[in-house]
């Protein structure tokens, strides 16, 4: 033992410096705000990156698309806008199925709902069925006249759109995800 040491008194309590309740609370406290500031961004950006992977999605069955154009005389093919619809038509899933193998490309990341029932959460636009992609002079006259009065034109026309409004556009608008001429995709801001 050190000879300047006092050794200690027997029953003599040394107690150690902890946390006091307050100084947890206070911890808690922030914690939780900082969370509650964290979550909402980490939520916008997952729903940007589903977005995305729709666009992604949609580009990939673009792809597939020219594919079936090129081995179909330059036409677009006949499909049924839904496959519940109940037409005589084959839904887009399957026309396109030779041409895009993962059937998963079919599925809009933020659908939960159609996809189970449809096989496919997009929608074929069946103004263009059986239409010359490459000449579109050759239109009928009933889908020139809705390319150009609706849509603004054939590079604005949308082949494919999500069945429903699944991504959040600017502001508080939601949108589709679109799938348009020369396999362009992009987001359609709806009101």
Same mark, same amino acid.
């Given at each position: ?40 961004? @980490? !939520?916008? /950006? ?10 992604? &999605?949609?580009? #990939? +069955?673009? @792809? !597939?698309? /020219? ?10 093919? &006949?499909?049924? #806008? +839904? ?109």
């Amino acid at each position: 033992m050190n000879r300047f040491s006092i050794p200690p008194r027997s029953g003599q309590f040394r107690p150690s410096r902890g946390f006091t309740l307050i100084e947890l609370l206070v911890v808690i406290a922030i914690i939780a705000v900082l969370a509650g500031l964290l979550l909402p961004v @980490l !939520g916008r /950006a997952k729903r940007r990156a589903q977005s995305i992977r729709c666009v992604s &999605n949609l580009h #990939q +069955l673009g @792809l !597939g698309l /020219a594919l079936y154009v090129q081995d179909n005389n330059d036409h677009l093919p &006949n499909c049924a #806008q +839904l496959p519940s619809l109940q037409t005589n038509l084959a839904p887009v899933n399957v026309v396109l199925a030779p041409f895009v193998q993962a059937r998963a490309v079919f599925q809009c990341p933020e659908d939960q709902t159609i996809f189970p029932v449809e096989q496919t959460s997009y929608e074929w636009n069946g103004f263009l069925n059986g239409a010359s992609y490459d000449h579109p002079e050759n239109w009928s006259p009933v889908t020139q006249s809705i390319v150009n009065t609706i849509f603004g034109g054939r590079a604005n026309t949308p082949l494919l759109t999500d069945a429903e409004a699944f991504h959040a556009a600017s502001g508080s608008a939601t949108g589709k995800n679109a799938l348009f001429f020369e396999a362009r995709a992009a987001n359609l801001k709806l009101n």
